[in-house]
């Protein structure tokens, strides 16, 4: 008979042993042997902005943009742009927002997805630009938990070295 | 309905795959009606959240192929956190309509199967992934997000006032909305102590809350629920069956659904949809939902008291299972609920009214027994399988209101005497999706 993976009652030793060897058997409490692998999975996709293309084309230009509905008895607009106007269903058009705004809302992230817990702590912001009518969701920077309020002043900074995601903008407390 | 069962939640069930947990779950429903046969089942509806974390797809298939469903008709129900709370009212809608006299509600989830992190990922992956994941994609930051918002609205605004200075205004209004907000973890954590389905029964204090590890400020380690593994079924069926089924059914007489936009950032500033009891005078500088409040909450509750004929819920109402991923959601939903007024939620939660009465809290809670909230434990206690957790507050109002609790839990403390009538919600990511079911008991 082959060798069996090791035994264990507890299933984070299941979990230490499946990153040394990449198989381990749990022995539950109720008397049953389960065996456990490691089972590796990765993607990579073709991620397309689409109708949303031209705002994070906009942030490696060093703009923020949003968009307004095109119906002139609307006319909403948009911190985060839609195509679409929410409200009536018309086209919207493009516009520049401003790069200043204040804070709706905060947080501090201590701890996050997989994939962002190596950049805790971070603050995640809504933020509201005078006359739009929604919000924009971003990171702000260089302030501390105890330095953030609702309503405080922000400002955008771009990423000279745009990687064409949302993280190319990001606010900073107004100077 | 006529009968329910559960599997126990628990961090990890490396023993049971999905398959054979639903199975454990569908054998404990069937046990108590000897009456009810598989035979009599004319179909299914499945839920379960995230192909992602069992990394199978079409796993619903697999649930019906093991407990030996085919060729009936089933369909699997996904809804992210409400899942369990759609899959309920899916098997509702299959009864009421008439094209089946007898269904199978089942629902899942295992989540054990990725690292914990990674699992917040995935759950992260049910915002827009253009917008919103790529910032730190994290919902406890989603729900911080909303809950320092209506703590600003209706702590610093109103009882803070008086205070001039912004920033210390803004720092005492989160203090006190973290005290409040660990009442409702004292509450879930010390009622599920007489629930042996929950994961993490146990007393602790306000104190211990607030000492628990930050996550995402404002909200604290036991002020959030966890990755868990579990199972839930609920069987309905039409009137006549039910009653050669069991002498004690359970009637549902009102569902309900809201949605609302995918990211915070969309949901928009305007009116609040009113409830009988309020005016719209009450509300005439708030700005509805903004990200404070839950619009899509409000939405099927108005829908499903309607139907249920309910005009003043506290009152109407004997008690409530609410979805309480986190602390914060639970006094968010008692407003949308209508339980108070928008802006009395924190009051609400210290007058004791959702807490049980006779049970030591160690609080002062003079109230306690008017309108119990989340006596099973909630999320926060029981564990948050999604795909399950709907079903699970299926199957917990189920046993309160046939007075069963005692035979269930072998342990009666959870009990609410003689509930007639209660109220189950269920809600999706950062409330983007809500369902409300009003559940009757069904015999004298």
């Known amino acids: 008979m082959k060798a069996r993976p090791p035994t264990f009652e507890k299933f984070r030793d299941v979990q230490a042993e499946l990153e040394r060897s990449g198989a381990a058997i749990f022995h539950s409490p109720t008397g049953e042997d389960s065996l456990v692998i490691r089972y590796p999975y ?15 084309l906009g942030l490696a230009d060093g703009k923020l943009k949003g968009s307004k509905c095109t119906k002139k008895s609307c006319g909403f607009v948009y911190g985060t742009p839609r195509s679409h106007c929410m409200v009536c269903g018309s086209p919207t058009g493009w516009i520049d927002l401003p790069t200043t705004g204040r804070l709706h809302s905060w947080t501090t992230c201590h701890f996050g997805s997989e994939a962002f817990l190596k950049e805790t702590p971070y603050n995640l912001a809504l933020v509201e630009f005078e006359g739009v009518g929604s919000l924009l969701l971003v990171r702000l920077k260089d302030a501390t938990e105890s330095q953030c309020y609702v309503g405080m002043p922000v400002e955008a900074r771009f990423d000279p070295n745009p990687k064409y995601s949302i993280t190319d903008v990001w606010f900073v407390p107004r100077r | 309905m006529v009968t329910g069962g559960l599997t126990k939640f628990a961090k990890a069930h490396p023993e049971m795959d999905f398959r054979l947990m639903v199975k454990r779950a569908y054998d404990y429903a069937l046990k108590g009606i000897p009456n009810l046969t598989k035979d009599r089942i004319d179909g299914t509806r499945i839920s379960y959240f995230s192909d992602h974390f069992s990394r199978q797809l079409k796993a619903a298939s697999m649930v019906q192929d093991y407990l030996g469903m085919n060729p009936k008709g089933s369909v699997r129900i996904e809804w992210g956190g409400a899942t369990g709370g759609e899959c309920f009212q899916a098997a509702y809608e299959a009864v009421a309509s008439g094209r089946m006299d007898v269904c199978l509600a089942a629902g899942y989830e295992t989540m054990s199967r990725v690292a914990t992190w990674k699992g917040n990922e995935f759950i ?5 992934t253009n917008f919103d994941f790529p910032l730190g994609g994290f919902y406890t930051g989603y729900y911080a997000l909303m809950v320092v918002r209506h703590i600003y609205e209706y702590i610093r605004k109103s009882k803070l006032a008086h205070v001039t200075d912004e920033r210390e205004a803004q720092r005492l209004a989160i203090a006190e909305g973290q005290r409040i907000m660990s009442w409702v973890s004292v509450k879930n954590h010390r009622n599920a102590l007489h629930n042996p389905y929950a994961q993490y029964p ?5 104190d211990d809350v607030l000492n628990s590890e930050m996550i995402s400020y404002p909200l604290t380690r036991e002020q959030i629920c966890t990755m868990s593994d579990g199972a839930a079924v609920a069987i309905l069926c039409d009137e006549s069956r039910a009653r050669e089924f069991t002498d004690k059914p359970v009637r549902v007489t009102g569902v309900g659904t809201g949605t609302d936009t995918m990211r915070l950032a969309d949901r928009p500033f305007g009116k609040v949809p009113l409830f009988a009891h309020e005016k719209a005078s009450d509300y005439a500088k708030l700005e509805y939902p903004g990200v404070h409040s839950f619009r ?5 509750g108005l829908e499903a008291y309607r139907m249920a004929g309910i005009t003043d819920p506290k009152r109407e109402l004997d008690f409530i299972e609410l979805h309480d991923a986190y602390a914060s959601s639970e006094i968010q939903t008692y407003e949308d609920l209508g339980l108070c007024r928008y802006g009395e939620g924190y009051d609400f939660t210290l007058s004791g009214a959702p807490f049980l009465r006779g049970v030591d809290y160690g609080l002062d809670v003079p109230k306690a027994g008017e309108i119990p909230v989340n006596p099973s434990g909630g999320l926060i206690a029981c564990g948050h399988p999604v795909g399950a957790t709907g079903l699970m507050q299926g199957v917990f109002a189920f046993w309160q209101l046939q007075g069963t609790v005692r035979k269930h839990f072998g342990d009666g403390t959870l009990q609410i005497k003689d509930a007639r009538r209660g109220a189950i919600h269920s809600h999706a990511g950062t409330g983007s999706a809500v369902t409300v079911s009003i559940l009757e008991r069904g015999f004298r």
């Open chain 2, 124 to 128: 992260a992956l049910a915002s827009d």
């Open chain 1, 42 to 56: 990765s993607i990579q996709y073709i991620h397309s902005y689409a109708e949303d293309s031209p705002f994070f």
């Open chain 2, 202 to 206: 146990k007393r602790v204090s306000v």
């Open chain 2, 296 to 300: 899509a909450g409000r939405a099927a």
